[in-house]
Structures are given as structure tokens and as C-alpha cells.
């Protein structure tokens, strides 16, 4: 019988959309020079160059899928085409990643063997100072970089526990399945968490311009979108748990959308507005 192949110390997996612009910068920032790590770049409903341009960096897999959606992606990679590791490291795409950051995160969850995922730190923006400081406090996770235990990954895959794939940013879920163990929020643990604060990301800062008016509304519409998912979500977590989690959002809409009103804020009333029919019309 052959030796049984060593398990890669961490697999990093960057999800990029339509990420030309960074993409070179973010794979910049990795160790791809490292043999114990993986690296693949997930490429999801692109229209753009990112998939050529990261298929020129020595040390990457590229997987590009026509069909957009980071859920979706990332349950289609993580949990059913990515081999086992010890630890998987997640990046956006439009991050850049700060020097020693994965190794932190995969040390972090080395020296607390009961936690689950391990998070990396904004390092620029006007409200990093403020995120760092409630990420601490809350034990919060960014989806611009974390890790997650490979155990952890596995026990998603024996328990067919997906994101819902249209569910609009995984990060909070993520954390919440961490917190939970996997289980309801009756097992809520904080410190299954691990603010990591030797990694850290760099994000190209928002200019708002003219031109830029239309994708600061429609980014507003999602967050909107994401603020109402939250909502059932959150019930889903205090009830039956994450095995209950819909395959899609959407299929939950017609027994949700009645309960939901605007919030009154003068800004976001009419966001709301405007997320609540996107809602409505896929119900």
C-alpha cells in the first residue's frame, strides 16, 4: 500500500467577480512561492479579464464558472470540487493581502483548537480603526479575509450544510456557523472566533464621483437585499438551525416579505423600497 499523500497545509481560495482592476494586486500579496499552500482563484460570472490575468501567475489554479453569485461559488468550490486541507483561507478578490497575513490566520487557529475560523483585519479606510475595534469586541469576520478549520469544512460537507446561493455575502453566516458549531444559536460561543490581528487586508478606497453614482445606489440596494436576508436568516439560526438553511433565499420570500416594512431612516426608506420589490419579484 502507498503512503497516503500529507494533507496541504492551507488552501487559499480567492473569489473574484469582474476584478481586473486588483486581481493582479491580490495574487501579488499571496505566498504563492510556498509549496504547503494552494492557491486557486475562483472566477464567477465574470465579463472581464480577471480569469486571464490570474491564469498568467505561476501557482494558481484557476476555476472560472459562467454563473455568478459568491454563495454559489463558494459552495460549488469548497464544498464540492476542493480537495481536503488543513485549513482553507479566504480573500475577495479586491483585497490586498498585508505581508505574514496567512500564516497568522493558519497560527491563530493552531493555538486555539476550539475555534473554528480565525479573522483577518481592515488596515485602511475612514472606519477601520472603528471595525477593528468592534471585530475585537464581537469576535466579528470579514469576508475579505478569514480561515476556517479543515475539520470544520468537512463537517459542513458530512452535514450538507450549504449557503444559500444567493445569499448576498457570507460572512456573517460564516460566522454565525462558527459561533454555532454548526448548530443553533443555543451553542453561540464567541471565541470559535479568533480576531486575528497579525493579518490584514488593504481595500482600494471608495471614490465617489459623478460616474459613480449608479454603483453606490445599486451596491446601497444590495446591502438592503442583505439587510432583509439577514432577517430570516437569524430566525432560521434561533430555530432549526443551519441544516435548515434554504437552498435559495428566494423560495423563503412569499412567507417573509409580509412581515417586512421599510426601515424610516430618510436614506435607507427608500432603499428598502427599492430591495423589497427586487425581493418580490423573484418570490
Given at each position: 500500500?502507498?503512503?497516503?499523500?500529507?494533507?496541504?497545509?492551507?488552501?487559499?481560495?480567492?473569489?473574484?467577480?469582474?476584478?481586473?482592476?486588483?486581481?493582479?494586486?491580490?495574487?501579488?500579496?499571496?505566498?504563492?512561492?510556498?509549496?504547503?499552500?494552494?492557491?486557486?482563484?475562483?472566477?464567477?460570472?465574470?465579463?472581464?479579464?480577471?480569469?486571464?490575468?490570474?491564469?498568467?501567475?505561476?501557482?494558481?489554479?484557476?476555476?472560472?464558472?459562467?454563473?455568478?453569485?459568491?454563495?454559489?461559488?463558494?459552495?460549488?468550490?469548497?464544498?464540492?470540487?476542493?480537495?481536503?486541507?488543513?485549513?482553507?483561507?479566504?480573500?475577495?478578490?479586491?483585497?490586498?493581502?498585508?505581508?505574514?497575513?496567512?500564516?497568522?490566520?493558519?497560527?491563530?487557529?493552531?493555538?486555539?483548537?476550539?475555534?473554528?475560523?480565525?479573522?483577518?483585519?481592515?488596515?485602511?479606510?475612514?472606519?477601520?480603526?472603528?471595525?477593528?475595534?468592534?471585530?475585537?469586541?464581537?469576535?466579528?469576520?470579514?469576508?475579505?479575509?478569514?480561515?476556517?478549520?479543515?475539520?470544520?469544512?468537512?463537517?459542513?460537507?458530512?452535514?450538507?450544510?450549504?449557503?444559500?446561493?444567493?445569499?448576498?455575502?457570507?460572512?456573517?453566516l460564516i460566522g454565525a456557523l462558527a459561533k454555532t458549531d454548526l448548530?443553533?444559536?443555543?451553542?453561540?460561543?464567541?471565541?470559535?472566533?479568533?480576531?486575528?490581528?497579525?493579518?490584514?487586508?488593504?481595500?482600494?478606497p471608495t471614490r465617489v464621483s459623478l460616474g459613480s453614482l449608479g454603483?453606490?445606489?445599486?451596491?446601497?440596494?444590495?446591502?438592503?437585499?442583505?439587510?432583509?436576508?439577514?432577517?430570516?436568516?437569524?430566525?432560521?439560526?434561533?430555530?432549526?438551525?443551519?441544516?435548515?438553511?434554504?437552498?435559495?433565499?428566494?423560495?423563503?420570500?412569499?412567507?417573509?416579505?409580509?412581515?417586512?416594512?421599510?426601515?424610516?431612516?430618510?436614506?435607507?426608506?427608500?432603499?428598502d423600497r427599492q430591495a423589497l420589490r427586487r425581493m418580490a419579484a423573484?418570490?
Amino acid at each position: 500500500m502507498g503512503a497516503v499523500p500529507a494533507l496541504p497545509r492551507a488552501m487559499i481560495v480567492v473569489l473574484a467577480h469582474n476584478e481586473e482592476r486588483r486581481i493582479s494586486t491580490c495574487l501579488g500579496s499571496l505566498p504563492l512561492g510556498d509549496a504547503a499552500i494552494e492557491v486557486h482563484v475562483v472566477v464567477n460570472g465574470s465579463t472581464d479579464r480577471t480569469a486571464e490575468i490570474a491564469c498568467e501567475f505561476g501557482g494558481v489554479q484557476v476555476h472560472e464558472y459562467k454563473q455568478g453569485g459568491k454563495s454559489r461559488s463558494w459552495n460549488r468550490f469548497v464544498l464540492d470540487e476542493a480537495d481536503r486541507a488543513g485549513a482553507y483561507i479566504f480573500v475577495d478578490g479586491d483585497a490586498e493581502i498585508t505581508s505574514g497575513s496567512i500564516g497568522a490566520l493558519i497560527e491563530a487557529l493552531d493555538a486555539n483548537p476550539h475555534a473554528n475560523a480565525s479573522a483577518g483585519m481592515p488596515r485602511n479606510g475612514r472606519g477601520a480603526d472603528a471595525y477593528r475595534a468592534a471585530m475585537i469586541r464581537d469576535h466579528g469576520l470579514f469576508g475579505d479575509l478569514y480561515a476556517l478549520r479543515g475539520f470544520f469544512v468537512e463537517r459542513m460537507r458530512a452535514n450538507g450544510i450549504r449557503l444559500p446561493d444567493d445569499l448576498i455575502g457570507d460572512d456573517s453566516l460564516i460566522g454565525a456557523l462558527a459561533k454555532t458549531d454548526l448548530a443553533n444559536e443555543d451553542d453561540w460561543r464567541d471565541d470559535r472566533v479568533v480576531v486575528c490581528e497579525g493579518a490584514g487586508f488593504l481595500c482600494e478606497p471608495t471614490r465617489v464621483s459623478l460616474g459613480s453614482l449608479g454603483e453606490q445606489y445599486a451596491r446601497m440596494v444590495n446591502y438592503s437585499v442583505r439587510h432583509h436576508q439577514n432577517r430570516i436568516i437569524t430566525q432560521i439560526m434561533r430555530g432549526p438551525g443551519p441544516k435548515a438553511l434554504p437552498r435559495t433565499m428566494a423560495s423563503q420570500y412569499d412567507e417573509w416579505l409580509p412581515r417586512f416594512s421599510e426601515r424610516r431612516h430618510p436614506v435607507w426608506w427608500w432603499i428598502d423600497r427599492q430591495a423589497l420589490r427586487r425581493m418580490a419579484a423573484k418570490a
